[in-house]
Structures are given as structure tokens and as C-alpha cells.
């Protein structure tokens, strides 16, 4: 008679090796959309901030005197909210005497911010392109227009209104930002 010896493998089965491979590509979808939905709210985020702080800079020099490099001061300091091209961008600007004109080249936002969109400062149905900040008292006005130069004489003074950064196409938060009229306040709604 034979005696067959009991033999045992040490390892494991084609099947356990799947179902933990299952397992860890479940966790790792998890992970990566969590990841993905943190990095593009921290870019809103970060792009809201850098507006506000130039919205807050554009005022503090209009209020502060500041001289242009040409010499003249000016009467204004202004944000252009330019959502017409591919990209939403913004531009910081002067107004002196003659004109109104962009005072850089490339738009003031960070190269790690593309793809965000931004509206235009909007209350109601009406959407403003421009906020000035005037020389000396600090108002702030307002124009929908499509030509800067008008912000050299326009005086659209409103309550409030908002401006909106988002990631279009996803599902990353909203930071809104308030610019109050009256009260000549800019500060974040949602934060």
C-alpha cells in the first residue's frame, strides 16, 4: 500500500490575489478623486486670495497718492475683470488725466491658476467689468462697459455686488467675493 503524503502549498490562490488587488484599486479611486477635489479647491482658493489682495492693493493706492511712472497722479486706480478670451484674467490699471490704460503687460494672476474662471463683479442682471477706485475719497465705481475711459467720467455707484471663482466643469467650491459700494468694503463672503 502507498502512503501519499499530504502536500501543502505555502502562498496564496489566484483569487485571493484578486480580491485584494480589488481591493487597493477601489482605495486608490477613493484617494485620487479626494486628492484631485482638495488640489483645485486650494486653487480657488489661492486665486480668490491673490484677487483680493490686489482689489485691496488697487484702493490702498488709490487712497495712498501714489505716483505713476510717467510722474502724474493719477485718479484712479481700477481692476479690469476680463472674461471675453479663452482664459478669465484681470488687469490692474491706471486713470490719469487723459486716458485709463493697463499698467501690466500679462494679467495678475499666477501661472498655477489656469483654468480657473472668475465673472465679472455682477448684481442682479447687471454685470460690471471694471471697479475704479478714486484718488483721494476712495469711491468706488462701477462700469459695464467695454471701453476703459469711460471709468475717467462714469460715476455708477451700486450697493454691492460679487465677483465668482470656480473651476468650470468641476465640482470644486465657489469663493465669492463681496465689493460693497456703500460701505466701500471688500472682503470674502465665504470663507
Not at 117 to 136: L, W
Request: net charge negative; with cysteine.
Amino acid at each position: 500500500m502507498r502512503s501519499y503524503k499530504r502536500f501543502y502549498q505555502k502562498g496564496y490562490t489566484l483569487l485571493e490575489l484578486l480580491v485584494v488587488l480589488s481591493i487597493f484599486g477601489v482605495m486608490f479611486m477613493v484617494v485620487a478623486g479626494g486628492v484631485v477635489q482638495f488640489r483645485q479647491t486650494i486653487i480657488v482658493s489661492n486665486t480668490s486670495k491673490e484677487l483680493l489682495l490686489n482689489l485691496r492693493k488697487a484702493r490702498r493706492d488709490a487712497l495712498g497718492n501714489v505716483i505713476t511712472s510717467e510722474g502724474y497722479t493719477p485718479q484712479g486706480y481700477y481692476i479690469s475683470l476680463d472674461t471675453s478670451g479663452s482664459e478669465d484674467t484681470y488687469y490692474l490699471g491706471e486713470c490719469i488725466e487723459a486716458s485709463c490704460n493697463t499698467l501690466t503687460d500679462k494679467p495678475l494672476m499666477s501661472p498655477e491658476f489656469t483654468g480657473v474662471e472668475i465673472s465679472p463683479c455682477h448684481e442682479g442682471a447687471n454685470d460690471y467689468k471694471y471697479i475704479k477706485f478714486n484718488h483721494v475719497n476712495g469711491e468706488f465705481i462701477f462700469s459695464s462697459t467695454n471701453n476703459v475711459n469711460t471709468l475717467r467720467t462714469e460715476s455708477t455707484t451700486i450697493d454691492t455686488c460679487t465677483i465668482d471663482i470656480w473651476i468650470a466643469g468641476t465640482l470644486s467650491t465657489t469663493r465669492t467675493i463681496e465689493v460693497n459700494g456703500l460701505e466701500r468694503t471688500i472682503k470674502m463672503k465665504n470663507d
